[in-house]
């Protein structure tokens, strides 16, 4: 179908997600979620996948999301505050996107708190990852 609009050709790869990061110190996360309950923070399109990949995880999850683009507020990084304060379990955790984190990196209202982000990468299979390289260095030498 694509063929109709586009002769660029379909490069197909997966989403795989990487041990997550500390917002603050970088440091990875090396326990297993299942004793979790977690607190997920996104502004992206189309958090499922994000989502669905941290409930399958932990123990329990709730979900604070987003517009895609969403510029955070102080209001906002307070009440993600309140929100994870309000949890009553003993282990529990905030998890964010790579693109998000970004952006809530600048309060302080969440300084203190375990607040992670889940770190993302495209896998292509090995020939398509070649006709990927061919395509842009192609494009690279045209323009």
Avoid at 45 to 66: A, G
């Amino acid at each position: 179908q694509i063929n109709k609009y586009s002769h660029a050709p379909v490069i197909f790869s997966s989403l795989v997600f990487k041990p997550l990061k500390h917002v603050y110190t970088g440091e990875s996360f090396h326990e297993s979620l299942s004793g979790y309950h977690c607190l997920t923070v996104s502004g992206i399109s189309d958090d499922e996948t994000f989502t669905d990949y941290i409930r399958k995880q932990s123990w329990k999850t709730e979900n604070i999301s987003f517009k895609n683009h969403h510029f955070y507020t102080r209001q906002d990084a307070e009440m993600i505050a309140r929100r994870f304060h309000n949890i009553a379990a003993q282990k529990k955790i905030i998890i964010t996107t790579g693109k998000d984190a970004v952006k809530l990196i600048r309060f302080k209202e969440l300084q203190s708190l375990p607040l992670y982000h889940l770190p993302a990468e495209h896998d292509f299979l090995p020939e398509e990852e070649e006709l990927l390289k061919k395509e842009l260095i192609k494009h690279a030498r045209k323009n």
